[in-house]
Structures are given as structure tokens and as C-alpha cells.
């Protein structure tokens, strides 16, 4: 059985940093590329930010870029992103997800990930 669970949200204030983590077991977690989507209330679930299986490639948001960092540790089947002058429009929860990918033109959409996580919550204050 896949699980996916992410960690690391909280509070912090415009311009602070936030590291969010997820830990995927239950599959071989570097045949897998990872991404984090984030959703606010009333709007569609974006992606964020993508990594390949093997952490060579990376894809971000263009609100992200610069500000955002993601990674992984394939030994630890860790996901990470680092946030960086956090923004309050970077307020949402945060999902973690899995997935074969086969073109990464896709990477934001979520119908190319298989595995998700139930999501950590970030709160940006101004």
C-alpha cells in the first residue's frame, strides 16, 4: 500500500521560509517523479513545482521561481520543497504527488501523478 505524507506547513510571515517534506513508501520511490501542487478554497489545484525521478530535472510556477526550491533524497524516499520570501499569496495547502511521468510538458497537470498525499497546510501572514 502507497502512503504519501507530507509535513512541515505552518505559520511564518511574509518574507520567512517554510521546508516542507514528504515521505512516500509502499512503491521504488526513484522510478517516480515528485511534484507539490497547492490549493486555496474555490480555486482549481495548481502545480508548483516538479522533480524526476533521478532529481536531474526540475520544473516550477514562474510565481515560484527563484523563491522556490525543490529536492529529493531518494535514499530517504524524501521529497522536499524550500520556500523562501514567502508571500501571503503563497497561503494553501500543500500536496505532495507521485507519478510515471511521460512528458514532462505535463508536469502540472494532475491527472499525470498516481499517488497523493492528504496535504500540509501554509499560512503566509502580511
Known amino acids: 500500500q502507497v502512503q504519501v505524507v507530507e509535513s512541515g506547513g505552518g505559520l511564518a510571515q511574509t518574507g520567512g521560509s517554510l521546508r516542507l517534506s514528504c515521505t512516500v513508501s509502499g512503491l521504488t520511490f526513484d522510478d517516480y517523479s515528485v511534484a507539490w501542487f497547492r490549493q486555496v478554497p474555490g480555486k482549481e489545484r495548481e502545480g508548483v513545482s516538479a522533480i524526476s525521478s533521478g532529481g536531474g530535472k526540475t520544473y516550477y510556477l514562474d510565481s515560484v521561481k527563484g523563491r522556490f526550491t525543490i529536492s529529493r533524497d531518494n535514499a530517504k524516499n524524501t521529497l522536499y520543497l524550500q520556500m523562501n520570501s514567502l508571500k501571503p499569496e503563497d497561503t494553501a495547502t500543500y500536496y505532495c504527488?507521485?507519478?510515471?511521468?511521460?512528458?514532462?510538458?505535463?508536469?502540472?497537470?494532475?491527472?499525470?501523478?498516481?499517488?497523493w498525499g492528504q496535504g500540509t497546510q501554509v499560512t503566509v501572514s502580511s
Open positions: 504527488a507521485a507519478g510515471r511521468l511521460l512528458l514532462y510538458t505535463l508536469w502540472r497537470r494532475r491527472a499525470s501523478y498516481t499517488y
